[in-house]
């Protein structure tokens, strides 16, 4: 609990000091007389002291620095409470001292042993008060007894039993009442999550209290324990010091009226306060333990609310950046690749064999870098669940194919050779894109990590779980000791000294996407051996037409069709022309902002607009929107041209007849418009 005074460094430090030792002394001095008052009847032997417990609760609050001047003001409180009882200077001066060292030995030891931070609700410093409530009274209870038969003649043994139980109750009991209660938890209780419990708990507390105390027939103490337990469970700490402290009270006040089960034990008085004394100490050693190991476990499922929170934002604070990041990288890169790919379409005319050596390259390095932008960007969607997965009917032998073939010219370089042994007719429920992914991964990695002249195996088995679909390499292997690394992100394995290139987030990937298909991803390898990487995926029970994903360039457009590209990107709005002009044979107006765009839309009545989204003047949602509500334009399909990879999923793109994502293949593109103009 945070009750500690806080430390202060100016001047006011000693005003504050002198009103906390004023309130130490005032409380003393009322808790002190109250208690010799309460008790005068009974021989002033006191079943409860809760004195001590308001003093030790007091120097385990207030900054060390404080403690002369708070145990001054204790002693003077003591004074004034047995001089307001008439008592003899002696005794007065004896009882008084006797408390200063106690507590003073108290606090001392239990703020030492708890490094400054004395805590209710951490178990071990609640085993450590129990520990010195039990033993700290011993001694001076026998100091007591023995200045007690001295001068007054008294039974030592009576007086140190009685002395020692008063004392160690009231630590106790009255300790951690004093030590947490303050205004800020007494308000709390108050708050809306805890409002109802908070009265549930006090009108049961007060009920059951009232059935065990209120009535001279029946035992029923036992009725308290479980609405104690409930405090605590409900209430934590706080509230189990108050319900105790209820508990306490009402219970002394009855037993010395006479009224309520401690008057049916047939005895002595001392024999009575033994068995009410019995009954608190066992109230509180349940209520505390059970409220601080709550208190404990809410703070601690407190502290980790708050800690993934803060890992969510920056989780989330990651993806915008990847994705911005993303955005920035593709949009030079559609103006890479598509003048790459323009050029070497052309070669035929101009190029030298040097000059296509060149674009080779320019367009495998370009390729690389959006493979690495796509990768980084798909990690960070796959890590925050934003991957939209479309299960479909896939068939294993057409994947297979696809994926065999796209890697053919890799593998033929290292005189690898792939063999696909896929019983035909055997489909999974995946996600079309998804598993090729996967598997253009697997692939990939069995042959880049192959030796020269190596084999790969790509083959698919009915299993008890599904299909399961196997990756199996003669290449080199992994250790055995880097096989629970195999599926972190960014670790290469060591990979990343040689030539081989790669950034360590493929299989990384590719588990989370097998798993996010309802599938399981594992393998086997040996050092020097090779590799078999599968995957298991449900199996489709019907087969299913699979659209055949390969696009047939367009040639059949009317020539009057008419596109308007918006696009305020130079190099972009370049290649585009160059695309229009050479495969599509229509006429193209470029707008280079929202509102030209807009006006050109009215003006020449194109077939199709084509918007970049992220404009200088707008972006690409207004101009929809604004084409939209123009009956004019309203009914002109309208593509989103954009590089931001993830708003293929965005919500944003419903409004949009296609989304296209830079960079783009220009079978792709030139398909899609050609499919509209065709149809128009
Ligand atoms: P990358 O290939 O881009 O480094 P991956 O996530 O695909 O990243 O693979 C992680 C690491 O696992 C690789 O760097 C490589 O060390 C090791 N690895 C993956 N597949 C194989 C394989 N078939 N044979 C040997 N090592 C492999």
Redesign the pocket.
């Known amino acids: 609990m945070g009750a500690y005074f806080r430390p202060e460094k100016n001047k006011t430090r000693k005003h504050k000091t002198i009103r906390h030792a004023l309130i130490a002394g005032l409380g003393f001095f009322i808790l002190a007389w109250g208690g010799v008052e309460l008790t005068r009847e009974a021989g002033r032997t006191a079943s409860i002291w809760p004195a001590t417990a308001f003093a030790l609760a007091f120097l385990l609050r207030a900054p060390r620095k404080e403690w002369p001047a708070i145990l001054t003001a204790i002693f003077g409180g003591s004074v004034m409470a047995y001089v307001a009882h008439n008592d003899s200077l002696s005794r007065t001066i004896f009882v008084s001292f006797i408390n200063l060292p106690e507590v003073l030995l108290g606090a001392h030891v239990l703020r030492r042993y708890t490094k400054e931070k004395f805590d209710l609700s951490d178990h071990k410093h609640l085993l450590a008060f129990a520990a010195v409530s039990l033993l700290l009274p011993i001694p001076f209870s026998l100091l007591a007894a023995a200045y007690f038969t001295v001068f007054m003649n008294l039974s030592y043994g009576d007086v140190a039993i009685s002395w020692y139980m008063a004392n160690a109750l009231g630590i106790i009991i009255f300790t951690p009442l004093f030590f947490i209660i303050g205004w800020d938890q007494l308000k709390s209780f108050t708050r809306p999550d805890l409002r109802k419990k908070s009265f549930i708990v006090l009108t049961g507390l007060v009920v059951s209290l009232s059935l065990v105390f209120m009535q001279n027939s029946y035992p029923l103490l036992f009725v308290v324990f479980p609405i104690m337990a409930l405090t605590a469970f409900w209430l934590g700490t706080p509230g189990a010091v108050i319900a105790l402290a209820i508990t306490t009270v009402m219970s002394i006040i009855c037993a010395m009226s006479g009224i309520g089960p401690i008057s049916l034990v047939d005895g002595s008085m001392g024999e009575k306060t033994f068995v009410l004394q019995g009954f608190l100490a066992t109230t509180a050693l349940i209520s505390l333990p059970i409220a601080s190991a709550l208190t404990y476990r809410t703070r601690l499922e407190k502290s980790l609310k708050e800690a993934k929170e803060s890992a969510d934002k920056a989780n989330l604070a990651k993806s915008v950046f990847l994705t911005s990041m993303s955005h920035e990288l593709r949009t030079p890169l559609n103006a890479i690749l598509g003048f790459s790919q323009l050029l070497l379409l052309n070669q035929g005319q101009n190029l030298t064999e040097k000059n296509k050596e060149h674009l080779e390259h320019v367009m495998t390095g370009g390729e690389h870098l959006l493979k690495l932008v796509s990768?980084v960007l798909d990690l960070a969607k796959v890590e925050a669940g934003k991957v939209s997965i479309n299960p479909v009917v896939v068939s294993c032998d057409e994947v297979f194919e696809e994926v065999a073939e796209m890697l053919g010219t890799t593998a033929a370089k290292h005189n690898i050779t792939i063999h696909v042994e896929a019983p035909m007719h055997l489909y999974v429920m995946a996600d079309r894109a998804r598993l090729t992914q996967v598997m253009v991964?697997?692939l990939?990695?069995?042959v880049?990590?192959?030796t020269d002249g190596g084999k790969v195996f790509i083959s698919a088995k009915a299993v008890d779980t599904g299909v399961r679909i196997e990756?199996l390499?003669t290449?080199?292997?992994?250790p055995c000791a880097?096989h629970d690394q195999?599926?972190q992100?960014f670790?290469?394995?060591?990979?990343?000294r040689s030539e081989?290139?790669?950034?360590?987030?493929?299989?990384?990937?590719?588990k989370q996407l097998t798993e996010a298909m309802k599938g399981y991803m594992g393998?086997e390898?040996e050092e020097g051996k090779?590799?078999i990487?599968y995957i298991e995926l449900p199996q489709a029970e019907a087969q299913e037409p699979v659209i055949n994903l390969k696009p047939e360039i367009s040639s059949h457009v009317k020539s009057k069709s008419r596109i308007l590209y918006i696009e305020d990107n130079f190099a972009n709005a370049e290649l585009m022309r160059s695309i229009v002009g050479q495969f599509l044979k229509v006429e193209l107006f470029v707008a280079s902002a929202g509102h030209e765009g807009l006006q050109q839309a009215k003006d020449f009545a194109p077939d199709i607009i084509i918007s970049d989204i992220h404009l200088s003047d707008m972006t690409g949602y207004e101009v929809l929107a604004t084409l939209k509500a123009d009956p004019e334009t309203a009914h002109i399909p309208v593509f989103a041209l954009t590089a931001d990879a993830t708003f293929p999923q965005n919500e944003h793109a419903k409004g949009f007849d296609r989304v296209i994502t830079k960079p783009f293949q220009l079978k792709d593109l030139v398909d899609h418009i050609g499919s509209v103009l065709q149809a128009a």
């Open positions: 990768d991964n697997l990939s990695n069995a880049k990590y192959n990756v390499d290449g080199k292997g992994i880097k195999i599926f992100p670790n290469r394995l060591g990979a990343e081989i290139e790669g950034s360590g987030i493929g299989l990384a990937i590719s393998f390898s090779g590799s990487f």
